[in-house]
């Protein structure tokens, strides 16, 4: 991702150090803030009394153990989030500027803790260090701080109708609303899940992965210290076919917005059809083409591409997963693509000058090994990499394909690892249709210094993103959302808010209208 | 607006919002606050008057020198453009910065006041006479809300692309003007800074600003916050100095590529002419009025009387939307007037340090001769003088809360802009009448009616000709809804989404491309 600040880096680094020495990693892991559920502003154990393993996935060790939310669980945070959103309620009769004040605060609040943090995220997820401290977190900061400014600037509109009437509309929250992310950005979805929400008036249940329960529960704390009031952030740490499930499923959530794959993803659309017609937005999948001419800046399209697909140790919905390179320079590309993936160092994510970290898990490790199987089995060139690294941990070697052909599995289906495809393609319109040919429209990219191409191209491709000669530019005011089975509605930017809103039209009988 | 703010401080829970006050935790505020900064403040840096020419800043409680303070003039001005310039060039860290930085330094700007609220209070009130209650507890929060809501702009002033036809792409893009001349009055010289900073700042500007020589001080402590927080030199530049000088000076630059001025209609008349005699600079006025106060006889009595006194006594009459001419309807007119003067005559005039004090003195020698001579003419022109009208202090500036019974459209008290504690209560009969007469006047800033009847609201609040209207309240404001007037009362609005507008090009940029698709 784009952190471009040297400055800070060489500061990062000499903050791992300090971090590193092993009193401090006790004192890190010693100041897991939350392990429980998180409702109505107060901390409860589970109503069935279970519990569930965290681990650190880099060693495998046992980080803590951490309250379940089941279904009970669910129906105790919803009751609260909707006396929280009740008319009268103290969030509901609250200025807007003050809930901008309250989203402003969280993110002191954040900044003021990014290092525990960092350090937290690092440690559940297995993403890179120095990567959570500059891109997560410093993400996390923006978007609340965004979300602050917006709260006051939700503007209705006064309408004029024909007919003696006035009519104006106001812009309300939705009510309750749950939401579900991922664990690959942990911390991070939070933050685009909630600020919007929030700065909208809305009430939040929101469900961390199972995985990565324990930056979402440190944020907890700091709702609630920030001064929000109780029952409008509402914390559960669960699985999905249980925690998960019952959100999707309740009949008093007015909203769901998930973060996941695209199989789930479906599963959510039809509980909420089963159930209340709730509405629905999702951020799933992608299988994203990146379309590299032969006119471009070879080496920075070489290097955009790599770091497209191996931040996060491939583990982004927005990977780009399908490299589309123009004949004259494929081999080029290809060859240094392929010396790029072997020069990354994989180890510890703590550790100062490791690119890659560990899998999530089990589960995903044995799903990303079989697919690069699957890639050799089905005649892609294996560039390099393609297997497991350093035995009996959840780590895998940076993987380049070359040759790889439309109908290849790993063309096809999200591999969410370190396996980079790279495809040849001659023609601009052979391009844009086989880079369309895919059930996701997440994000693209394009790298040409012709003008006429990049117009033509980002215009064409069915792609809720597409970056020219850049991937992976994200900004909190810049809309993120996917055309086609990637999902349904935008996130961040001001198209967000719709999403969290519902538009009043009220109309008034007057006796004579005038312009 | 005291009032509003203390009224809906109450239900409130606590620790919301650090600008939030009860009148019980205002501190005892320091009557003698030392002034730190007398100098002019370009380019991040204090500097002398090319001129070495100073004025003395006057405590109108008192009539006492505060102190000198470095008087601006033509080659300031000159030197301070050429620095907001430099500071506007292409490439340079304030044209480059992230649009979200600007906010945030907007928002550290909010921060660093906030913190030294107690003290602004106090520089406020010694330098201008405002209650200390009410700077403490109203202006000095409106300034950190008005900057705090700028700053959430900052990255959200969007451009668009647009549909055009033919074989092109077409986007806009919302970029600052340039070199902002802003000028300001002095009956809230802190808030009316934010007001004209705020904007100016959030859409990318860089900004010349002179403040009135009434009262410098706050605003010259505002340019300290203002390179403590860390804006680049030369982006906000303070001229303390006189309109003849200094300000014509800004308003007939011919670099400088805006200019925004609050005060009288008079200077806007000259404002606008300066503009069209130098380089056709874009003009935003806020100027005076003459706001009309319409009470029907549905009305609650109690809120209505209450309001109204709000409205034209708050803030010493000093206010461009003084609500100066109080409609009663007929029926209710005699016991309208009986409690409002009941109200006036309770009215606390006095030390404005002194926490009970509910009106302070008038600015300087000048507008309470001003006042005077209005009460005068009032007297003179056959209007009942139903109490006040004359001078409440041996020494400052004070005057007692007047009201006038009995007062007909064609009074100059009337049709004047008093500018002072004078209010002027009429008589009327039919809702098309009082609009009509509330209309019949040049000026056309705010407005307001008292009515439970909603047709009676609709049809008040569509048939005035001003910027404002307020319905069944007074002096409303938030730093969200736009401000401004209609008529001579100004040119274009400040504050909300509407405020951005004029502190902002919009440039089309027009793309050729190969085929175009929907």
Not at chain 2, 127 to 137: E, I, L, Q, T, W
Not at chain 2, 146 to 170: M, Q, S, V
């Amino acid at each position: 991702c784009s952190f471009r600040d040297i400055a800070l880096m060489s500061l990062a680094f000499s903050l791992v150090r300090f971090l590193l020495t092993p009193s401090v990693l006790l004192l890190c892991l010693s100041v897991i803030w939350g392990d429980q559920i998180f409702i109505d502003n107060e901390w409860h154990e589970s109503c069935s009394g279970r519990k569930m393993p965290v681990h650190n996935p880099a060693t495998g060790d046992l980080l803590c153990e951490v309250e379940e939310a089941d279904t009970e669980d669910v129906d105790k945070a919803v009751q609260s989030a909707r006396a929280a959103f009740q008319l009268g309620s103290p969030w509901r009769c609250m200025d807007a500027s003050d809930r901008g004040l309250l989203l402003n605060r969280l993110a002191d609040l954040v900044e003021r803790d990014r290092l525990r943090l960092a350090t937290l995220e690092a440690l559940d997820s297995g993403k890179i260090f120095l990567m959570a401290y500059f891109v997560d977190l410093m993400a996390t900061v923006k978007t609340l701080r965004y979300y602050g400014g917006w709260a006051d600037k939700i503007q209705g509109k006064t309408i004029p109708v024909d007919g003696e009437y006035f009519t104006y509309t106001r812009h309300e929250p939705i009510g309750v609303c749950g939401q579900i992310i991922p664990w690959n950005f942990p911390v991070m979805m939070f933050a685009w899940k909630i600020a919007p929400a929030l700065c909208c008036g809305n009430t939040v249940i929101i469900k961390p992965a199972e995985q990565t329960p324990l930056t979402a529960l440190h944020m907890a704390c700091l709702i609630k210290e920030a001064g929000f009031p109780p029952g409008v952030v509402n914390v559960l740490p669960g699985y999905g076919p249980t925690a998960g499930s019952a959100i999707a499923h309740h009949m008093d959530i007015d909203k769901i917005a998930f973060t996941g794959s695209t199989a789930v993803g479906k599963l959510i659309q039809k509980a909420a059809g089963d159930s209340n017609l709730k509405r629905v937005t999702l951020e799933l999948g992608g299988k994203n083409p990146n379309i590299v001419f032969a006119d471009c800046d070879l080496e920075y399209a070489v290097e955009q591409a790599h770091s497209g697909l191996f931040f996060n140790q491939g583990q982004c919905c927005l990977a780009g997963s399908r490299v589309f390179v123009e004949d004259s320079i494929y081999e080029e590309f290809v060859c240094r693509s392929a010396e790029k993936a072997r020069n990354k160092v994989l180890g510890n994510p703590l550790v100062p000058g490791v690119d890659q970290g560990p899998q999530i898990d089990q589960k995903q490790f044995d799903k990303i090994l079989e697919l690069i199987e699957s890639g050799k089995k089905e005649g892609a060139t294996l560039e390099c990499g393609g297997g497991p690294w350093n035995r009996n941990s959840l780590f895998i070697q940076p993987t380049v394909f070359s040759n790889v052909t439309d109908d290849m599995r790993i063309a096809r289906e999200e591999i969410f690892g370190p396996v980079q495809q790279i495809m040849r393609f001659r023609s601009v319109n052979e391009v844009i249709q086989r880079a369309n040919a895919t059930h996701y429209g997440l994000a693209a990219g394009v790298f040409t210094n012709d003008i006429d191409k990049a117009l033509t191209v980002s215009s064409a491709l069915q792609a809720g993103m597409v970056w020219v000669n850049c991937y992976n530019a994200m900004s909190t005011q810049c809309p993120f959302g996917g055309f086609k089975m990637s999902g349904n509605g935008r996130e961040l930017g001001e198209y967000a808010l719709q999403e969290y809103t519902e538009v009043k039209a009220v109309t008034i009988k007057i006796s004579q209208k005038n312009s | 607006m005291l009032r509003v703010v203390l009224s809906r401080t109450f239900p409130r829970i606590s620790g919301i919002s650090n600008c939030q006050y009860s009148a019980a935790a205002i501190p005892v505020p320091s009557a003698q606050p030392e002034v730190h900064y007398n100098k002019l403040f370009i380019n991040n840096e204090w500097q002398d008057a090319v001129s070495k020419r100073s004025f003395p800043t006057i405590n109108p409680a008192t009539g006492e020198v505060i102190c000198q303070v470095a008087e601006a003039d033509k080659a300031d001005v000159d030197k301070a453009v050429k620095a907001a310039r430099e500071a506007f060039r292409f490439g340079s860290p304030w044209r480059r910065m992230d649009a979200s930085d600007r906010g945030l330094l907007l928002s550290r700007l909010a921060d660093a006041i906030e913190r030294d609220t107690a003290y602004l209070a106090e520089l406020e009130t010694l330098d201008n006479g405002k209650p200390y209650a009410v700077s403490y507890s109203v202006d000095v929060p409106m300034v950190v809300k008005c900057l705090r809501y700028c700053a959430g702009w900052a990255d959200k002033w969007e451009g668009k692309t647009i549909p055009i036809d033919g074989d092109f792409f077409c986007y806009t893009r919302h970029e600052p003007i340039g070199v902002c001349g802003q000028i300001i009055p002095w009956n809230f010289p802190l808030l009316m800074q934010a007001w004209k900073l705020g904007p100016a700042l959030a859409t990318g500007n860089t900004v010349v600003m002179k403040v009135a020589e009434q009262t410098p001080l706050t605003a010259l402590y505002v340019a300290s916050l203002i390179k403590e927080v860390g804006f680049p030199p030369g982006v906000v530049n303070i001229l303390p100095g006189m309109g003849p000088s200094a300000g014509s000076a800004i308003a007939s630059h011919m670099d400088v590529d805006k200019v925004a001025f609050t005060g009288s209609t008079e200077v806007g008349h000259l404002i606008q002419q300066a503009s069209g005699s130098s380089n056709l600079k874009k003009v935003t006025l806020e100027l005076g009025g003459k706001s009309p106060n319409i009470i029907m006889s549905d009305a609650n009595m109690a809120e209505a009387v209450e309001q109204s006194h709000f409205a034209l006594f708050f803030n010493q009459g000093q206010c461009c939307c003084a609500g100066s001419r109080t409609y009663v309807q007929d029926t209710i007119y005699d016991e309208f007037m009986e409690r409002s003067v009941e109200r006036a005559k309770s009215r606390v005039v006095g030390d404005p340090f002194n926490m009970k004090t509910e009106q302070g003195p008038q600015v300087d020698e000048e507008q309470f001769k001003k006042i005077l001579g209005y009460i005068s003419s009032g007297k003179r022109e056959g209007a009942k003088l139903m109490c006040g009208g004359g001078v409440a202090a041996d020494r400052g500036y004070f005057i007692q809360p007047t009201i006038f019974g009995d007062v007909q459209d064609g009074m100059t008290i009337a049709r004047e802009e008093i500018f002072g504690p004078v209010m002027q209560i009429l008589k009327f009969k039919t809702l098309e009448e009082v609009v009509e007469r509330a209309n019949d006047t040049k000026y056309g800033l705010a407005a307001a009616v008292f009515t439970k009847d909603i047709d009676k609201a609709h049809y008040i609040s569509s048939g005035i000709r001003a910027g404002t209207v307020w319905i069944n309240c007074y002096n409303v404001f938030g730093a969200q809804a736009p401000f401004g007037g209609y008529k001579y009362s100004g040119n274009g609005r400040e504050l909300g989404e509407y405020g951005l507008d004029n502190y902002t090009e919009v440039k089309t940029v027009t793309i050729k491309v190969p085929q175009k698709n929907s």
